[in-house]
């Protein structure tokens, strides 16, 4: 994770910290919490689309 950062992006500046002051067990909550609200999203965006596509 930490070799994918765009210093310039506060929000993955904020994740690297994270990531790198976590312990194992924080990194995988981490993981956990951040592959829920992604695919939320990804459901949430899927809805959109097949909603606008039916009208």
């Known amino acids: ?3 994918h950062i765009d210093s310039g992006n506060r929000e993955q ?3 690297q910290e994270l990531w790198l002051e976590g312990t194992e067990d924080e ?5 956990s919490m ?7 999203d990804d459901k ?3 809805e959109i ?6 009208h």
């Open 1 to 3: 994770m930490a070799g």
């Open 13 to 15: 500046r904020l994740l």
């Open 44 to 46: 949430r965006d899927k």
């Open 34 to 40: 951040l592959v829920k609200v992604l695919e939320r």
């Open 27 to 31: 990194r995988r909550a981490l993981t």
């Open 49 to 54: 689309v097949d909603r606008d596509w039916n």
